[in-house]
């Protein structure tokens, strides 16, 4: 069992920055795909990028390229998102995710559990 705990999200001008935080409960956190996705109203759970057990690899989707970064410290159970050069069309509800796989999905329905979301705002 994993409880994932996400912060970081507000309020920020376009072109602007911020850095959101996954922290995971649990011993076997080291063995977890982490995934991160958004969701904005209206509009189905959209995949951000994921990253594998040992961070080695990691996925994105193309409009994040280049803009948004994956990282994790599996000593501190947290998995981070950087992002910068912020879009208004980022403004959505930002999830982690969590799949014990060593592989890096994009598909939601692969992950076995689920932050509470945070939001994240892009003022233009």
């Known amino acids: 069992q994993v409880q994932l705990v996400e912060s970081g999200g507000g309020l920020v001008q376009a072109g602007g920055s911020l850095r959101l935080s996954c922290a995971a409960s649990?011993?076997?956190?080291?063995?977890?795909?982490m995934g991160w996705f958004r969701q904005a109203p209206g509009k189905e759970r959209e995949f951000v990028g994921a990253?594998?057990?040992?961070?080695?690899?990691?996925r994105y989707a193309d409009s994040m390229k280049g803009r948004f970064t994956i990282s994790r410290d599996n000593a501190k159970n947290t998995v981070y998102l950087q992002m910068n050069s912020l879009r208004p069309s980022d403004t959505a509800v930002y999830y982690c995710?969590?799949?014990?796989?060593?592989?890096?999905?994009?598909?939601?329905?692969?992950?076995?559990?689920w932050g509470q979301g945070t939001q994240v705002t892009v003022s233009s």
């Open positions: 995710a969590a799949e014990l796989t060593v592989l890096v999905h994009r598909n939601p329905a692969a992950y076995d559990y």
């Open positions: 649990g011993r076997t956190f080291s063995r977890y795909t």
């Open positions: 990253i594998n057990w040992t961070g080695g690899s990691t």
